[in-house]
C-alpha cells in the first residue's frame, strides 16, 4: 500500500513531493538528554552566572561560564573539521544604563556560527542564556544556579550544535549563548545591532528561554506541551503599512507568526507526539525574553518555552519557607523533556537551514473576482512554489497546492475574501522556507 502511494507521487514529479525526510528522524534521535544532563550540572557549578558577578576566577561566575561554554562549542568544532566559527561578541554598557547596572559592564555572549554552503549570508538563529538571577536582581554573589532559567535554554543549544555539525547545510546557522538578559536583555540587543551593521540577513531567531519544567504552579505536569510565542507583526512596520492592513489584512500574519507557524508545523510533521501551542502575544504577559531585541530591529523571532511554569523556582533566594523550597536547582530539570524541547530547535534549524529562501515579493489580487491570483519574486536555488491558504479565523496554514518553478498562479474558485494565502519557495529535496505573507497588490 505504503510502496504503491509512493510510486504515484514519485510519477507526477520528482520534485517538493518528499512528505518526510529521514535526516529530521535521525536528528531527533541524536539529541541526548544526558548531555543536556550534563551541560546544565556543570553550569549550575559556576555559583552564580549574574551578569555583573566576578569574571576572574576560573571556578565561580559569569567569566568563567562562558569561557567553559566557549570551549565546548570549541570541541564540539574539533570534532567536526573546524566547523565552527566561534567566537565571543561583546559590548559596554555603562553604570546607570538602568538601575540593574550599578557599574560598567562588558555584555559578552558567545557565537559558534555555522556557515552555510549556498548562502553564506543567511542566518537563523538559536539562542539560550549564559546568566541567572536570585530575587534580588542586583546580587552578585549568592548562589544562583539559574538551572532551568536559562541553563536549560544554554545547555539545549550546546546540544544542538553538536548534532547539527555532522551535517552541512545551505543557510547558515548560528548557536548563541546570550548574557546580560535578566538586566535588561543586553546580549540581544546587542547581538542584533551587529548583525544588522554587519548586514546579517536573519532569517529568525528561535530563542529558549526556559525548556526543563513540566510540573506547573498550577499543578498541571506534561512533558508534552509547549509554548511558542511570537508577536502578531513587525513593530518596526510603518504607518503604511499599518493602514494597508485594514484593508488588505495581516493583523495576525508579522514575520515572528509565520516562522511559529514553520515550527509548529515541523513539530506536527515529525514529532506528533509533542504539543506545541502558539501563543498569539510576544511574550508572557509583562514578561520579555531575548528575542524581543530581534523583532525591535525588525527580524523575525520566536520564544519557545515550557508550557507550564514554576514560579517558585524561577528568580528566588534558594531556602525553605512555609514548607516550599524556593530556587531554581537542578532537581527540578527535566532533561528528557529537555531534550524534546531541542530536538524540536535543531529540527526546525535544519529544515530552514535546508530550504531555499522564501521569496522577497508576494503579491496578490481577485477582488470582484471568483479566484485569487498571486504573483511572487522568484528565489535562486528554489526548484518550485507552495502556496498556502487558510480561513480568516484558522491560526495554521491548512491548505496547500504545490505549483512548480512558476511565479505566478491563480486559484480558481477560491474567493480572496474569504481566506489568508502565503507563498513559500521549495528545495529539491522537499524543504520549505518560511511562508510570506503577501506585500504587495496586483491592481
Ligand atoms: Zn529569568
Sequence with gaps: MKTTALLILFSFSTVGLCQTDQRIYDIIDAVSAEHIEADVSRLVQFGTRHTLSDTISQTRGIGAARRWIKAEFEKISAACNACLDVSYQKNLVKKGDNDRIFKDVEIVNVLAVKLGTKYPNRYILMSGDIDSRVSDINNVTSDSPGANDNASGMAGTLEAARVLSKYDFENSIIFIGLSGEEQGLYGGKGLAAHAKEKGWKIIGILNNDMIGNIKGVDGIISNTDFRIFSEPVSPTETE???????????EVDGISRQLARYVHKTTQTYMPEMNPMMIYRLDRFGRGGHH????????????????????????????????????????????????????????????????????????????????????????????????????????????????????????????????????????????????????????
Design 240 to 250: 503604511q503599512q499599518r493602514n494597508a492592513r485594514r484593508f488588505y489584512g495581516g
Design 292 to 443: 524581543r531585541p530581534f523583532n525591535d530591529t525588525g527580524f523575525a523571532g520566536i520564544r519557545i518555552m515550557e508550557a507550564h511554569e514554576n514560579y517558585t523556582q524561577q528568580h528566588q533566594d534558594i531556602r525553605t519557607e512555609d514548607g516550599i523550597e524556593y530556587g531554581d536547582k537542578l532537581e527540578h530539570v527535566n532533561f528528557h523533556y529537555a531534550k524534546k524541547l531541542t530536538a524540536v530547535n535543531a529540527i526546525n534549524l535544519a529544515a530552514i537551514a535546508w530550504a531555499p529562501p522564501a521569496p522577497e515579493t508576494v503579491m496578490i489580487g481577485g477582488i470582484v473576482e471568483p479566484a485569487a491570483k498571486l504573483q511572487w519574486s522568484k528565489v535562486d536555488g528554489a526548484a518550485g512554489y507552495k502556496i498556502y491558504w487558510r480561513d480568516t479565523t484558522s491560526p495554521t496554514w491548512d491548505h496547500s497546492r504545490y505549483v512548480g518553478d512558476i511565479s505566478e498562479y491563480t486559484l480558481d474558485g477560491v474567493v480572496i475574501d474569504n481566506f489568508f494565502f502565503g507563498v513559500a519557495a521549495v528545495e529539491e529535496n522537499g524543504f520549505e522556507s518560511v511562508v510570506v505573507f503577501p506585500n504587495g497588490i496586483i491592481r
